[in-house]
T-cell receptor, first 113, second 115 residues
Framework: GESVGLHLPTLSVQEGDNSIINCAYSNSASDYFIWYKQESGKGPQFIIDIRSNMDKRQGQRVTVLLNKTVKHLSLQIAATQPGDSAVYFCAEIKNTGFQKLVFGTGTRLLVSP | EPEVTQTPSHQVTQMGQEVILRCVPISNHLYFYWYRQILGQKVEFLVSFYNNEISEKSEIFDDQFSVERPDGSNFTLKIRSTKLEDSAMYFC?????????????FGPGTRLLVL
């Protein structure tokens, strides 16, 4: 069945460190992936996306890597700041003609000053 | 920057009562969605809506649920007879296109508490 899972429920880092959040997905038919950030009491906020025909995509301080061979997705945050503290979800869309997002369970990132 | 808005932010209701959650998607978006998040759990898809009809729905979206776009701006989720297990955060989302613009932008959510 469809599943998107995260390896680590909580990641604690020091301010200024680089953070890496991982995600495993099981549906090889998925062709579009999104990372969302969710702060307490708020809705998921789009961070960055990547298509299955890409291996890497960079944004401002964030990079997403996609390894289709092992069905693994990662989010790298450079120079992590206290404001980056949140729960991070990966989500996938299987391009079957619909746009249902399948979310992973989430990783909580804690950034200490 | 355009954003999805939702009202109310919080809703408390008695079991068996009807509730209507409201959303205003981003104005040029064509696809609309409802998701829910039970406390401490992941976000779950409920339903997608396009061209005034449901595109896809999950097993959660049973006959107690309905969606409507009553005018050109609002998108609503109705729960006819609420159950205790309907207590959750409900998020509305919208996206611009189907292909090439799949990114779904989420509203701040409505926290529903069923007593």
């Amino acid at each position: 069945g469809e599943s998107v899972g995260l390896h680590l429920p909580t990641l604690s880092v020091q301010e200024g460190d680089n953070s890496i959040i991982n995600c495993a997905y099981s549906n090889s038919a998925s062709d579009y992936f999104i990372w969302y950030k969710q702060e307490s009491g708020k809705g998921p906020q789009f961070i960055i996306d990547i298509r299955s025909n890409m291996d890497k995509r960079q944004g401002q301080r964030v990079t997403v890597l996609l390894n289709k061979t092992v069905k693994h997705l990662s989010l790298q945050i450079a120079a992590t700041q206290p404001g980056d503290s949140a729960v991070y979800f990966c989500a996938e869309i299987k391009n079957t003609g619909f746009q249902k997002l399948v979310f992973g369970t989430g990783t909580r990132l804690l950034v200490s000053p | 920057e355009p954003e999805v808005t939702q009202t109310p932010s919080h809703q408390v209701t008695q079991m068996g009562q009807e509730v209507i959650l409201r959303c205003v998607p981003i104005s040029n978006h064509l696809y609309f969605y409802w998701y829910r998040q039970i406390l401490g759990q992941k976000v779950e898809f409920l339903v997608s809506f396009y061209n005034n009809e449901i595109s896809e729905k999950s097993e959660i979206f049973d006959d107690q649920f309905s969606v409507e776009r009553p005018d050109g701006s609002n998108f609503t989720l109705k729960i006819r007879s609420t159950k205790l297990e309907d207590s959750a955060m409900y998020f509305c989302a919208s996206s611009e296109e189907f292909l090439g613009g799949e990114t779904q932008y989420f509203g701040p959510g409505t926290r529903l508490l069923v007593l």
